[in-house]
């Protein structure tokens, strides 16, 4: 079993995740704009999670995440979605400011109440697998690919950019 990561190797992981999807290679430049840090910043987080065996990654080199490290970015991707979700669908709350809350929550929640908002948000319609699986994905594809242009078109950083 993997060992958990600190909020800001999970901020890390999500990032190659988002930046992964079928888009291409993942660069330490993309991530360093998708959360706001500075390039020594990226390759340390990259060195230390290639140490821990999560990502693959030479210096000046692409990021991939081994299977391992896939599989954790998106447990972090899942807890954001419920999250945003229940904030969003059940708590009223407008998707950015969702987003936001989300990416903060998402590192500390237990298990135990994600699987409860999860089963929540089943309960009301807001969660079958159904939209998770359709909508959801489709949403989830369009905001990686979003995210990959705002990095190449030079724009603002991503949802789970850092403050300050």
């Known amino acids: 079993m993997t060992k958990r990561q600190s909020a800001s190797m999970e901020d890390y992981l999500e990032a190659?995740?988002?930046?992964d999807a079928g888009a291409g290679p993942v660069r330490a430049k993309e991530v360093s704009?998708?959360?706001?840090?500075?390039?020594?910043?990226?390759t340390a987080a990259m060195k230390r999670l290639s140490e821990d065996k999560l990502v693959l990654y030479e210096k000046y080199g692409k990021i991939r995440l081994t299977s391992a490290g896939r599989k954790a970015a998106r447990n972090v991707c899942r807890r954001h979605d419920v999250?945003?979700?229940f904030l969003v669908d059940i708590l009223g709350m407008d998707a950015e400011s969702a987003d936001r809350d989300a990416c903060r929550m998402e590192h500390s929640i237990s298990p135990a109440a994600l699987e409860r908002m999860d089963r929540f948000?089943?309960?009301s319609g807001s969660g079958s697998g159904k939209t998770r699986r359709g909508a959801g994905v489709a949403a989830g594809v369009a905001k990686r690919r979003k995210a990959k242009e705002r990095v190449y078109a030079g724009g603002e950083s991503g949802d789970c950019g850092r403050d300050g």
Not at 16 to 19: A, F, G, P, T, W
């Open 33 to 42: 704009a998708l959360l706001g840090v500075k390039m020594p910043s990226v």
């Open 121 to 123: 948000l089943e309960f």
């Open 83 to 85: 999250l945003c979700r």
């Open 16 to 19: 190659v995740e988002v930046l």
